[in-house]
Structures are given as structure tokens and as C-alpha cells.
């Protein structure tokens, strides 16, 4: 039981993480257990997809970081009134705060030409890379590091920054790093961007029924 709770406790407790970085950079022997974690994620056909290029180069980290910058701005011309002033107040950035950038690839020919289980659904193999960063992401919280998935820039921008070949595909840009603590609330519902919904509203009985739930 007391496991189970320690389980629950980090994954409620896991947030997205931008402005609490302190910049102490994070143990070898941590950063290890936490790859480690995400390296025993499941897979398709144990195929194991991923790969993960650790960037604390600080001009790699600017550079990247000064591309974010331009596509948020590109992003924030699309908005305008009130949503573009709660955009104002989201600070969606961290990479260079962190000192660690952990870059995450898919690639699509681990495993070699016939993947058991992925020959219906061709997106298995990123479904796969998705639970190692779920993995990271639990194991460095429970670390007490902060992690922050970076979404605004160009995938082939990243790919040639960290040097992926074509068929690599770049899936995240993970901030890691040490935190002064983590936020109670996430950022974007605490400046009021969405709001957690309840998970009555996603639920459905046999069938999904739009506009219905279990609650009702």
C-alpha cells in the first residue's frame, strides 16, 4: 500500500517545469537512473525506438533557445485580447535555466524491417517513445529534478542542431534539471490558459457516446 501511494504521490505531483530551474547541475549517478527508466519503458516488439542526445553545450542551448523564442512569437501573432495577454504570462521557455537538454528521437528502423505488433498501427513505434518519456518524467520527479517538455520549434530544425540523421525523428526537447520545488498548480492552469477537466467527462460504457459520460 505504502508503494502504491509513493507511486500516485509523483505522478500527481509531476508538472511541466519552466521557471523553477535552478541551474545545479543534475548528478551523473541520477541522470542515470533516470535514463535507466525510460530505457526500460515498454515497446513495440521490444523494438526499444529511442534515443536520447544529452546537449549542455551553452551555445547549443542558446541556439535552441533563441529558435523557441522566434516560433512563440510567431505563435503569439495568432493571438489577440485576452488570450494573447494570458499568453504573455506563460513562460514556456527553461533550456538554458536547466543546463541539461535531454533531446529524444524515434527511430523508426530499430528493431529491423518487421516490428511484431506494429505492422497495423505504423505509429506504435512513437506510441513506444512517448512511455519512455513518461518514464523520465516520473523517474526525475521522483528524483526531485524538474522537467519541461519544450513544443514550440521545427522538428528538422532540431534534428540537424543535435545531428540526427533524416529517418531519426526529433519527438521532444526535455529541460531537466535541479528545482527550488514544483508548483502545485500547472502553469497553464494557473494563469488560467485551460483547466484540468473531470474524468467523468471522458469516460464512456462500452461505446463512446458524445456529449454523455458515466456520471450522468
Not at 12 to 31: A, I, M, Q, S, Y
Not at 146 to 156: I, L, T
Request: hydrophobic fraction near 40%; proline fraction near 5%.
Amino acid at each position: 500500500m505504502q508503494q502504491s501511494a509513493q507511486l500516485y504521490d509523483v505522478i500527481n505531483r509531476r508538472r511541466d517545469t519552466r521557471r523553477e530551474f535552478t541551474g545545479e547541475p543534475v548528478d551523473d549517478g541520477v541522470l542515470h537512473r533516470i535514463l535507466s527508466a525510460a530505457h526500460c519503458a515498454p515497446s513495440v516488439g521490444m523494438s526499444q525506438p529511442w534515443d536520447f542526445v544529452m546537449v549542455r553545450d551553452a551555445t547549443t542551448l542558446e541556439t535552441f533557445r533563441d529558435h523557441v523564442t522566434d516560433e512563440r512569437a510567431a505563435y503569439a501573432r495568432t493571438l489577440d485580447g485576452e488570450r494573447a495577454a494570458t499568453f504573455e504570462r506563460i513562460k514556456v521557455e527553461g533550456i538554458v535555466e536547466s543546463g541539461l537538454g535531454i533531446v529524444v528521437g524515434y527511430d523508426p528502423t530499430r528493431g529491423g524491417p518487421n516490428v511484431l505488433g506494429r505492422h497495423a498501427i505504423a505509429d506504435a513505434g512513437l506510441y513506444s517513445v512517448v512511455c519512455a518519456i513518461q518514464n523520465l518524467w516520473l523517474a526525475a520527479t521522483a528524483e526531485g529534478l524538474g522537467v519541461g517538455w519544450v513544443s514550440f520549434y521545427r522538428e528538422e530544425f532540431l534534428r540537424d542542431l543535435v545531428g540526427f540523421p533524416e529517418h531519426v525523428r526529433p519527438v521532444a526537447w526535455l529541460c531537466v534539471g535541479a528545482v527550488s520545488g514544483l508548483p502545485e498548480v500547472p502553469d497553464l492552469e494557473r494563469f488560467g490558459w485551460r483547466h484540468r477537466s473531470p474524468l467523468d467527462g471522458v469516460l464512456h460504457d462500452e461505446r463512446y457516446q458524445a456529449g454523455s459520460n458515466l456520471a450522468t
